[in-house]
T-cell receptor
C-alpha cells in the first residue's frame, strides 16, 4: 500500500512569504506527527494529531507555525512570514494510534520530507 | 526533560566487520526505545523497538540491540555489515506519546 507522502518535496521561498507543507498519511492511521530536522540533527517534534484533534503543539517554535488536519486525514503545516532560520527538512509521520500522555509503542511511518529553503 | 545521546556522529567500518552504534537515554521511568534508519533521500524506517520483555531485541537487516536499564543504554549492533548499510541511524525514546530522537550516527561502510 501507499506510504506517507509529502508535498512539495522541495520548496524555496523568500523571507517573509508564507508556505504550506502538505502531508498525506497512511490510510487508516489515526495519529499524525510533524517534525523538523535541521542538518546534522535528529527529528525534533513539532505537533501531533489524533484524527482531526491537535493533541500537542508544544514543539511549535512560535506563533508563525500552525498545523491543521480538518478531516482527520491530510494535514497542512503552515509557516507564516518565513525567516531564514526556518530552513530545514520538515518530516511528517503517521501511526495507528497514540494515547496522549502515555508511552507510544506504535511504529511511526515517516514520509520523505519537504526540504524548505528560505532565502 | 527526556533526552537521547548518540555520542558518535560518524562511524566508518570496513565491509563484513562488526559494528556497534551507541545510544544512551536519560529517564528514571520506564520507556520504549527505538532505532530508525534513514537512507539518502528517503524517510526514516524502523529497524527495531524495545517495549518490554527480553532485553535483546532483533530487528530487520540483521541488526539487534540490547536494552540495559542500569546503564540507560540501547546500543545497536550488527555482526557483519554490508555496503548497503551505509545510512544514518537514529535512536529514539518514548516515555509519553511523543518520540525524542538523538542527533544520529552516520554509518559509512568501506569496501
Amino acid at each position: 500500500g501507499a506510504g506517507v507522502s509529502q508535498s512539495p518535496r522541495y520548496k524555496v521561498t523568500k523571507r517573509g512569504q508564507d508556505v504550506a507543507l502538505r502531508c498525506d498519511p497512511i490510510s487508516g492511521h489515526v495519529s499524525l506527527y510533524w517534525y523538523r530536522q535541521a542538518l546534522g540533527q535528529g527529528p525534533e517534534f513539532l505537533t501531533y494529531f489524533n484524527y482531526e484533534a491537535q493533541q500537542d503543539k508544544s514543539g511549535l517554535p512560535n506563533d508563525r507555525f500552525s498545523a491543521e488536519r480538518p478531516e482527520g486525514s491530510i494535514s497542512t503545516l503552515t509557516i507564516q512570514r518565513t525567516e531564514q532560520r526556518d530552513s530545514a527538512m520538515y518530516r511528517c509521520a503517521s501511526s495507528l494510534f497514540s494515547s496522549m500522555g502515555q508511552k507510544n509503542s506504535y511504529e511511526q511511518y515517516f514520509g520523505p520530507g519537504t526540504r524548505l529553503t528560505v532565502t | 526533560a527526556q533526552s537521547v545521546t548518540q555520542l558518535d556522529s560518524q562511524v566508518p567500518v570496513f565491509e563484513e566487520a562488526p559494528v556497534e552504534l551507541r545510544c544512551n537515554y536519560s529517564s528514571s521511568v520506564s520507556v520504549y526505545l527505538f532505532w530508525y534508519v534513514q537512507y539518502p533521500n528517503q524517510g526514516l524506517q524502523l529497524l527495531l523497538k524495545y517495549l518490554s520483555g527480553s532485553t535483546l531485541v532483533k530487528g530487520i537487516n540483521g541488526f539487534e540491540a540490547e536494552f540495559n536499564k542500569s546503564q540507560t543504554s540501547f546500543h545497536l549492533r550488527k555482526p557483519s555489515v554490508h555496503i548497503s548499510d551505509t545510512a544514518e541511524y537514529f535512536c529514539a525514546v518514548s516515555d509519553t506519546d511523543k518520540y525524542i530522537f538523538g542527533t544520529g550516527t552516520r554509518l559509512k561502510v568501506l569496501a
